[in-house]
């Protein structure tokens, strides 16, 4: 039979995107989900590839006997799932760390019980803080500036403990501004592309926080998949933690002139105050994921932007 894999947030975009590779190398997929900001159309989507390979446990993370009964039977997890965004952490620390913290060593304790091969945490590049040093190499000691970034460093933190006090594999990935079809623009906490992408087909101006001169390592989402694949079934990297990314970083003011040139004409801008527990820039080195896990990008930014363009297009209409 088919190994079985655990998705934690496996409604959502990241999640779903993963899934989606799983089924198609042949895996069976557990979706872990409360579906508070996931879509159960995403899980139409997975059961059209095979039904019969996907089924759904819906859960909180925060529980750990709902967790301990969707891990039985499980060889990996991807957990994907969190409280995702540095602005909603800022209103809602507690609700953050219960989350990403708690329930990150729900999933650890967990596997540790049920005896899973790997698990593939989801972490994040708000780890390293307002650091000036790019790019961001994965030696460089974390300074997180916010609450989201202090519970995925600590969630971190406890993966490499697992590996090494119990013998839990673990990887973890840490993410630089995924972007792709699925994700959502409709949350207040949304992330930038698919909310510009939004107000650009609506007709709205386009709010950029602050001069609209803070980069970002943009990665499309089939990197990220990637990443986890490998994050899966790569040898001697337990208890490691991994930049995922594409090596380069564009603007805000970059991503409105490409968004832009999708449309086909000029966009009206409005410049509100920067977010909160915001780090100004971030570039990714990846020469050790590259060295260590074989990954290398494979869709670039312009593509990744024209894909997730059609893609919310045809959402929309």
């Known amino acids: 039979m088919a190994e079985l894999y655990l998705i934690t947030g496996g409604a959502g975009f990241i999640g779903s995107n993963v899934a989606e590779e799983i089924l198609r190398q042949g895996g069976r997929v557990r979706i872990f989900d ?3 900001t996931g879509f159960r159309e995403n899980i139409e989507v997975l059961r059209k590839i095979d039904g019969d ?3 759904v446990f819906e859960g909180d993370l925060r529980n750990f006997d ?3 009964a969707a891990m039985q039977g499980v060889s990996y997890v991807s957990h994907q799932a969190a409280l995702r965004s540095v602005e909603r952490s800022v209103d809602d620390p ?3 760390n219960a989350v990403n913290v708690d329930g990150t060593l729900h999933i650890l304790a967990a596997a540790r019980e049920a005896g899973v ?3 593939v945490y989801a972490s994040s590049s708000s780890v390293y803080g307002d650091s000036p040093d790019l790019p961001k190499q994965e030696k460089l000691t974390p300074s997180p500036v ?3 970034a202090v519970s995925k460093l600590a969630a971190e933190h406890y993966c490499r403990v697992f590996t090494k006090l119990y013998g839990v594999e673990t990887v973890s990935l840490r993410y630089f501004n995924v972007f792709g079809p699925r994700q959502s623009p409709k ?3 949304a992330a930038v592309v698919p909310l510009f992408m939004r107000a650009a087909l609506n007709g709205e101006p386009l709010e950029i926080h602050g001069d609209g001169k803070q980069s970002r390592d943009f990665t499309y989402i089939d990197n990220v998949v990637q990443a986890n694949w490998r994050g899966f079934h790569s040898d001697g990297v ?3 933690a991994f930049n995922v990314a594409c090596g380069e970083r564009h603007d805000l003011l970059e991503i409105a002139d490409m968004i832009a040139s999708l449309v086909g004409r000029d966009l009206p801008r409005r410049h509100i105050d920067r977010r909160r527990g915001d780090v100004m820039h971030t570039e990714a080195s990846i020469d050790k994921i590259q060295s260590m896990m074989g990954y290398e990008p494979t869709v670039g930014f312009a593509e990744g932007m024209r894909r997730t363009f059609e893609a919310l297009r045809k959402s929309l209409n």
Request: net charge positive; proline share 4%; no cysteine.
């Open 53 to 55: 390979r996907v089924d």
């Open 66 to 68: 709902q967790v301990r």
């Open 238 to 240: 337990a208890g490691e």
């Open 94 to 96: 507690l609700s953050s």
């Open 117 to 119: 091969r790997r698990v």
């Open 187 to 189: 949350s207040q906490y």
């Open 146 to 148: 916010s609450p989201y």
């Open 34 to 36: 409360d579906f508070s």
